[in-house]
């Protein structure tokens, strides 16, 4: 089993549609969460933070995690055409990035 | 602040072939990362610099592979004796570590290197 799982799609959703990506882990120590953007040919950029449990917003995203499931998501409202990307969720037992862990990627288009 | 960059942006090589990549990461970021991508995967990590020291390397880093950040800004990594299983995306990131902060990567675009 991988440590981190993702979904790899593609997901297609129509313009405006709220889209729900998520990741599953199996390292309980793991108490710093972040998802990426990454468009094709480029490397990825952060889009949420979260430490420990609980939900944060920001703008049309909201990121959750649920760490009793080992679980965590992330929201996109009002979804757009510029959306389109894969999203890599990543997480660590530790505040720095040697110990980050990356899932594989969901890939997201968002049609007109 | 003009982001991470790397160099080259691909780099297509025979089999065998010695291959050089460069990073050029923020400045004043003092954490350099090396990651490595290939398709339908996340990035996984190689190795990372704290100024110009080596602090980590992952087990994924073979003996064919050497990183520098000399000066403790720019970074090598050197692929020697390229195999076609180095086929990858080649990603580097750059952060400013402080203790009891939380750290955030910057990524540049990768180089992407094509062994034939």
């Known amino acids: 089993q991988k440590e981190v799982e993702q979904d790899p799609g593609p997901l297609s959703v129509p313009e405006g549609a709220i889209v729900s990506l998520n990741c599953t882990y199996s390292?309980?120590?793991?108490?710093?969460f972040m998802w990426y953007r990454q468009y094709s040919r480029k490397g990825p950029e952060l889009l949420m933070y979260t430490y420990s449990s609980g939900n944060k917003e920001d703008g049309r995203f909201t990121a959750q995690v649920d760490k009793s499931s080992k679980y965590i998501s992330l929201f996109i409202r009002d979804s757009q055409p510029s959306d389109s990307a894969t999203y890599l969720c990543a997480m660590s037992a530790f505040q720095y990035g040697q110990n980050f862990v990356f899932g594989p990627g969901t890939r997201l288009s968002v049609l007109p | 602040d003009t982001g991470v960059s790397q160099d080259p942006r691909h780099k297509i090589t025979k089999r065998g072939q010695n291959v050089t990549f460069r990073c050029d990461p923020i400045s004043e970021h003092n954490r350099l990362y090396w990651y490595r991508q290939t398709l339908g995967q996340g990035p996984e990590f190689l190795t990372y610099f704290q100024n110009e020291a080596q602090l980590e390397k992952s087990r994924l880093l073979s003996n064919r592979f050497s990183a520098e950040r000399p000066k403790g800004s720019f970074s090598t990594l050197e692929i020697q004796r390229t195999e076609q299983g180095d086929s990858a995306m080649y990603l580097c990131a750059s952060s400013r570590a402080n203790k009891g902060t939380r750290e955030t990567q910057y990524f540049g675009p990768g180089t992407r290197l094509l062994v034939l």
């Open positions: 390292n309980s120590a793991f108490q710093y």
